[in-house]
């Protein structure tokens, strides 16, 4: 085990440092160049000489390693730089805005826990059931609804027509609701295909054969061996999503309103402001590699025999 | 194979939906009977009347032809960068899987690098430091994507590579050229049209959503996604300009979804 999470976290250092690279790569093959971007923010004319100072000031002169591995040291101190838009600290900015789109995620965490291991377990137990075909429609809908509608037929369903929710609303855990709904319900839906899926072709399985002649009822036949069996597929699914959920939330915070990470981003692209960008980009890549790494730490806890 | 997909009620809905909509999206100039951008300020928010058969925008264009020209955006900026992705993933994929080797672990780690990044942050930062413009955004979400699509490739064809009748084939001496082209392509290639045809429904939601953001997307051209974005401020005076092209988004989609999804049921069933 040991061993086994030692090499994880190898593996995933060098991850990481092509992450920076890449990000590094990402920021820098801008048409734009950085250092004119900087002084036109604070002089309307640069003369050629403000800019070369710049520059040097920067470090843009510099080779492109040297740059790599000046930018990677104050990445590793947390500095990105000043944002050029709100001129704070990138990071100080990035931290503030976190909590808000980690509070719509985690809600959407519990929306998807809640309702995919029942839903997905009645439909593998009922297969083929009036309820199966009718859950089979709705999640083929909920994978082809464009999060950012549903966002609107919500707000339009329960906050113009049945006023129970406020259009505009952030900080109160009313507030979360929709929103968390909006990103939820596409990884519901995808996910719960997937565990009836899983659950359905374990049923078929020998262990399960046996069981049931040792006289087992189904209930713990389900309970203690099949979904034990069905779960690791859907828990790297799950820390992916949650990943995918705080990148995805750009869109839906859009819609709401909603002053998180996404919006932020959206905005910094907008304004050009490329140190707030690489900043958020390369957050939001380590969150989800640590997503990755904890799904398989998981899927190692209760199924130990991946790790052999 | 196709007999089954003629008797499958679920294929068939898929796909004459699509075929519907690649019908507004070819011959979008003849069934639209008003300019989809020509601004008319004095008709704005015109209930439905024979001119204008869903009425009218903030803007005074009609919805009508906006729509039907909008199936031209969504299809025809993701088609390209389907096949861009299915050209480097078949050609990538079935290499590295085929040989193996220092090329397969040099690309697996190449992988897991562009997999850190969700598709969506890559595209945000790359149109972020490009620029914005349609050519831009399918650039980068080829960039984004190609990994994923190379990975799926890979294990399909990894797993097709030890069956009995590739090893019958090497051992009767067939090159391994004519391998990859006669036995294991033909036999994967069921697998890579589902994934295909789902992954394709995913690609026009990623556009749509940043068409929807404003990225990409010129300001007032008819997408669905930016029309949604122009009828977000009469959310409550006029629903129905949010409704129509969220409407269009979700059956484009579900069209690609439902086909693939029946032909996914169709595979498994052969194969027992």
Known sequence: MIFYIGRRILGLLIVLIGVTILSFIFSSISPVDPAQAYVMKNIPNPTQEQIEAVREELGLNLPIYEQYYNWLINCLKGDFGKSLTTRNYVIEDIFKKLPATLSIVGMAMLWIVLITFPVALICAVKKDSALDHAVRIVSIIGVSIPSFWLGFLLLLAFAVFIPIFVVVDFGSLRSLILPSLTIAVPVICSLTRMLRSTILSNLNKDYVVYAKARGLSNSTIMSKYVLRNSLPPVITALCQSFGYMIAGSAIVENVFSWPGLGNHLIHAIFGRDLPTINGAVLILAVIFVICNLLADLVNNLINPRISI | ?272
């Open chain 2, 1 to 272: 194979m196709f007999r089954d997909i003629i008797k499958n009620t679920q294929a068939m809905v898929g796909l004459t939906i699509l075929l519907i909509i690649f019908i507004f999206a070819l011959f979008a100039p003849y069934l639209a009977q008003n300019d989809p951008v020509d601004v008319n300020p004095v008709l704005k928010f015109k209930e439905p009347s024979s001119n204008y058969p869903l009425g009218t925008d903030n803007l005074g264009r009609c919805v009508y032809s906006r729509l039907i020209h909008g199936a031209r955006y969504s299809l025809f900026i993701a088609i390209p960068i389907l096949f861009s992705l299915a050209f480097i993933s078949i050609i990538l994929g079935t290499i590295t899987a085929y040989y193996g080797g220092l090329f397969d672990k040099i690309l697996n780690v190449i992988c897991n690098i562009f997999m850190a990044f969700p598709p969506l942050i890559i595209v945000l930062s790359l149109v972020g430091s490009l620029g914005q413009g349609m050519i831009n955004i399918a650039v980068s979400v080829v960039i984004s994507m190609w990994v994923w699509f190379v990975r799926v490739i890979r294990s399909y064809v990894l797993e097709e590579k030890n069956k009995q009748y590739v090893i019958s084939a090497r051992i009767s001496g067939c090159s391994d050229f004519r391998i990859i082209l006669k036995h294991i392509m033909p036999n994967t290639m069921p697998q890579i049209i589902v994934y295909f045809s789902t992954g394709i429904s995913g690609i026009i939601l990623m556009i749509s959503g940043f068409a929807f953001l404003g990225i990409g997307i010129e300001k007032g051209l008819p997408e669905w996604g930016a029309m949604l974005s122009d009828g977000k401020s009469n959310l409550y005076s006029n629903p129905q300009l949010l409704i129509y092209p969220g409407v269009c988004i979700l059956l484009t989609a579900a069209g690609f979804n439902l086909f693939g999804e029946a032909l996914r049921d169709i595979i498994s069933k052969e194969e027992g």
